[in-house]
Structures are given as C-alpha cells and as structure tokens.
C-alpha cells in the first residue's frame, strides 16, 4: 500500500515560506510582481490565469493579467513584452500557453528577459540548468516542485534508478536534468521507445509526463518505487485523472502522488516561490 | 568481433566537404575566420591548438592563435573575447582549455558570442540543444562528431537503448542530449550510478566518456552493441588509450571506435565543420 504524497500539504507548507519571503522583500521596499500575459485562450486557460492570480494576491505577491485579443500578432506581442521587459517594477512574466496559431511561441518564450522568466523557459536559463551552473536561474515550475515534493518526502536521489517518461521541454526534459544535477541515473523514455516497461519496473522513482491516462499501471511499477504523476487528464466521464492507473498502483508504489492534489498545487506554488527568487535576484 | 569504426576514414571525407563549403562561401566573399586563444597552456594544450591551426589551413579555413601569458586576469581575457566578439571577420572563437585557476571558466564560457561559439558550451546554445530548437545553433564538437559516425554508420538511432557513461558539459550531457532528439531512449550513468554494468549491458548505443581507463570491459557490454569510447586514457606506459578495454570488448561489440583513430579525429573535424556553418549563419 503506498504513502500517499500529499502534494497540497506540501504546497501549502511552500506558501507559508514564500510569504515570508514577500514580508522581508517589502520590509526592504521590494514589491514582486508577476504579469500573466493570456492572449485569447480557452476557459481552462482563463481559469489558470485566475488561479495564479488569487493565489498570488494571498501570497501577499502582486499580479496583474494582460489579456490580449485572440487575434494578436506576434509584434503586438513581442512589444507588449518588450515592455515589461523594460519596467523595472515587474519581476516575474508569463505568457500563458497555448498561443494563437499565428505567434511562434519558441520566439516569445526567447523575448522574455532570462531575469524575468519566471517559467524558466528561455533557453539560457535551460542552457543553465543543463550544465548544472552555479548561479540564480529560474527553472520550470513543475519538475522543480516535484524536486521540493522529492526532498520534503526524503526520497533519496544519489544513485536512484530515475526513469522520466516523456520527453517535454516543460517537464520531461528539465525533470531528468533535474534528477541527473542531483545524482540520480536518469533514463528518459518517450514515445519512440521499445519495451518502456522494461525501464519503468527497474525505477526507483519514475515520474510520469504523457498526458495519457492511466498509462501506467500497478504492474508496470517497481514494488516500493516513489510514482510522480504529471497528468492533468480526464477520464471517459470527464473527470480529471492522472498518467497513473492509481488504483492498481497504490498497491504497488511505495509512495505515490494523486491527481489531483499532487504535482498540481506544487506547480502553481513553486510558480509563487520563483517569482519571489527573480524579485530577489534583481536586487 | 567487432566491426572497427575508422574515425580517421570518416573525418577526412567530412573535412572534404567541408573544403568545399570553405570554397563556395569564398566565392561569395566570406573567408571563414577561426581564432584560438591560449593562456598559457600546458604541452598537450599547445600540441590541441596547434594541430587545430594545421588542420583549419589545411582545409582553407582562416585561423588566428591568440596566445596569452599564463598569469592574465580574467578582465583581460573578457576584454580580449569583446574585441573578438566585435570582429566581424571573425566567425568562430575558442578558448582552450584548461585555464589557469584565476579565471573563472564558466564566465569565459558565458561572454563568448552565442554566434560565435563554436565550442557550443555557451548557455544558450545548450538550452537550444536540450529543447531541441529547430534553429542554427553550434553544439559541443566531440557528441556532434559522434552523431556523425554513428549516422555515417547507419546505426538504428530511434528507439535504441542508449547509455553515456559520464555526465560532463563538454561530453556526457550534450551526448545525452543529441541521442534523445535524435529519437533513442537515453540513460546517464556516472560516478554516483550503483551497479553501472546494470545499464551498459542493456545499450544498443554504448557512448563512454569518463577519463578512466579501461573503465568498461567486454563483459559490461551487450554483444552486438555500437560503442563509442571518447577516452584519451594513457596506459601504464604512457601510451595513449581509450576508457573502453579495446581488446575484450572487440570480441563482443558490434562495432567499436579505437583509441586513437576514433572519436579524436571526428572531434577536430568537426570542430573544423562548425567554423564553417557559423561563417555561414553570419551571413
């Protein structure tokens, strides 16, 4: 039966540190900022913009949304950027994803100020993260929030069989850097791959990226294995489920994130936590 | 017993065409421009830099050493890359390494010109390596010129289990990450990795780069497998040797790059092609 990781808990424990930081940055006259930048978007795009929005303002962070039309162009954009860029009393930008057909997101993630990437997008900052530098960089909140669930749940890392499945430039990618920076041996396995389960049952900690349900099953895991679940998907009724086939997997993981209240409160907290760090990086 | 793969065979037919690409951007007005510099240097340094200058003329290819005695700051030597940054007949710039302790290599990393770095060790070129941009971009010469052999090769890439021994900047992790785009199912093993032989007796693809010599034996290899040994080990007698056991492993690799004449001479030619793309991309 596995422990179940509690990533609401853990998140919550995250927003407690990260207001703290925000009360001695004002005390020192630092306000961090974050502007979400949503252009057009659908209505689950619209509810995470919102989402990031209250919990910022409880935070104690300020947040403003810039809602562009759905017909935007990519220099309308690139100046909007260009913008905050500019305005030094801005910390933290995100532009929401997904974009309209005629932007090119690869060109806005690389217009935003690498100090002000609050996504850790920009391949500098991924060029930073790769070649495990040692300075203040932002990453990409979720598979850094997974690396703070990893740590407050004691996982150990060194020499860890680590298997990434899937292979994105938002979490499969940054997620194996991650666990290699910290000393696990990291496989990536993504769709091209023969056998996966022969990779998955050999992991110690497998994090999983698909965004496909219930992917993984029970016996796809190894026995006592820490099972991250990455998944935001729905089921056949509509209902919001991971790449996890949690029933069976719970009786095998030995720890094991749900969906949701997993990786998904972590994300949005580590986003709180980054941008506070960009406030205090550009002191 | 294995096939030999002949580094030197395959590096000479692509400095041929890399001849001819020097000869057409000539035609056009451009002379592709390497400059080398050099603080201090150990022997093997000089012996690196001056085989780099003997091959770039051989093949057309301008090309500057810049040596500088060993006691210069690091603000001298930044203000020596500025002026070469600022050089517009220069197209490729290269410092080599090791420096001396005073400098700060990763900074020297960071001020070189992304378009100019022809090592491709600068940040941002390494993110657009691992987000796998669809750009031109230079990228480490020793993994690139492994992509070439094993290419020139018709080693089966997508899907194949591939396991690099090493996590290095120059080596290991731009390895890991050519691999993975190019489709195979990647693993990083290193000095923190429990039971290495656990992995390497799984890889198709065996790429080792761990300055150890004689590291890996016939009995850690999967018979058939495709290994690449990146050492440039030397023996108890001083003689150059790889970080693979040539002699075991050939009696169960199916193909496998000697040390010397593997990996080595694709490294300088490649090195030698990448001047060329970035004259080329400048235009």
Known sequence: MAEIIDGKQWAQQLNVQTKAKVDDLKARGISPKLVVIIVGGDEASQIYVRNKHRKADKIGILSEIKRLPADTSQEALLSVIDG?????SIHAILVQSPLPKQIDEAAIT???SPAKDVDGFHPVNVGKLYTNAKLNFP???TPKGIMTLLRAENVELTGANAVVVGRSNIVGR???ALLLNAGATVTVVHTQTKGMTDYTRQADILVVATGIAHLIKGSDIKPG???IDVGMDHDANGKLTGDVDFD?????AGKLTPVPGGVGPMTIAT???QTVELAK???
């Open 84 to 88: 905050y860029n500019r305005d030094s």
């Open 110 to 112: 690389r217009a935003i």
């Open 139 to 141: 990453v990409s909140c």
């Open 174 to 176: 940054p997620m194996a």
């Open 225 to 227: 294995a820490t099972v």
């Open 248 to 252: 069976s997997a719970f009786s095998v």
């Open 271 to 273: 986003l709180m936590q």
């Open 281 to 283: 990086w550009s002191e």
